[in-house]
């Protein structure tokens, strides 16, 4: 998974699933000081290592998948809930992850497996894009039925 720094206050605003063989065709040398894309890292502390199944994936890279369904055109990622609505069926389950709140750039929502793996060999803390826990913030957010500081779950479902 790929993304744009977490101290960069341009670029993109969306991880991207870059593949492994890319293509290159006209290329100017060097860097150009235009856009930069970056590998992406879990950051988990202490406090939250036990939510995944595998608790030890801080400061390592975010490997990407890509979810097919042969008969289920219709896809949604449900945040806050680990369930999917009557009808729909539950791809899987995680914890909603984005930027950190205090860093420059903006990321979007996306929905972590509960059984998160890591790229094999990636435990370098290269900090590039960043993948943080989402917690409820209460104020314009009702608590309740949201609780500060809580962990938000999230569901992709196919129908």
């Not at 290329?27 to 030890?56: M, R, V």
């Not at 104020?139 to 500081?149: F, K, N, R």
């Not at 779950?153 to 129908?159: D, F, G, H, P, S």
Request: with cysteine.
């Amino acid at each position: 998974m790929a993304g744009s720094h977490y101290s960069h206050y341009g670029g993109g605003s969306n991880y991207l699933c870059l593949p492994l063989n890319p293509i290159f065709e006209k290329i100017g040398s060097g860097n150009q000081g235009s856009s930069y894309i970056y590998g992406t890292e879990y950051e988990i502390n202490n406090a939250q290592k036990h939510l995944f199944e595998n608790s030890k994936l801080h400061n390592h890279d975010a490997p990407c998948s890509v979810c097919h369904t042969e008969s289920r055109g219709s896809h949604m990622m449900i945040p806050a809930r680990n369930t999917c609505p009557s009808g729909w069926t539950l791809e899987y389950k995680g914890y909603l992850m984005s930027a950190h709140h205090g860093h420059k750039g903006r990321t979007q929502f996306i929905c972590v497996d509960g059984k998160a793996e890591a790229t094999f060999g990636s435990h370098v803390d290269k900090n590039g894009a960043l993948l943080y826990f989402v917690e409820g913030h209460c104020g314009a957010l009702p608590c309740p039925p949201y609780v500060q500081g809580y962990e938000l779950t999230c569901a992709v479902c196919t129908k």
